[in-house]
């Protein structure tokens, strides 16, 4: 069975870091674009950045020079990495991956992870 894991989410004080962690597992023959979306409460859920399958990345102007996505295809693996954190960043985040199997792309969401940054 096809799966989409997170991991690495916390509590951390406002100028502190965490790398979260988006993993696919099953069978997969490759991992195209990977988004990083965030839903803080009382909010609707917002994309935060992207990478394509060819490494190409974006990110909104809010995390912006703190934020950085990265992959690892040997691993199946993309990262959200989180510098500088601030009590606005405060959210559950959420990887979606658009998986290539058996020649037909599917999109899969990540259970998602509780990011809490204190001040």
């Known amino acids: 069975q096809v799966q989409l894991v997170e991991s690495g989410g916390g509590l951390v004080q406002a100028g502190g870091s965490l790398r979260l962690s988006c993993a696919a597992s099953?069978?997969?023959?490759?991992?195209?674009?990977v988004r990083w979306f965030r839903q803080a409460p009382g909010k609707q859920r917002e994309l935060v950045g992207a990478?394509?399958?060819?490494?190409?990345?974006n990110y909104a102007d809010s995390v912006k020079g703190r934020f950085t996505i990265s992959r690892d295809n040997a691993k199946n693996t993309a990262y959200l990495q989180m510098n500088s954190l601030k009590r606005e960043d405060t959210a559950v985040y959420y990887c979606?991956?658009?998986?290539?199997?058996?020649?037909?792309?599917?999109?899969?969401w990540g259970q998602g992870t509780q990011v809490t940054v204190s001040s």
């Open positions: 990478i394509t399958s060819s490494g190409s990345t």
């Open positions: 979606n991956a658009e998986l290539q199997i058996l020649g037909l792309v599917y999109s899969y």
């Open positions: 099953g069978s997969i023959s490759s991992i195209n674009a």
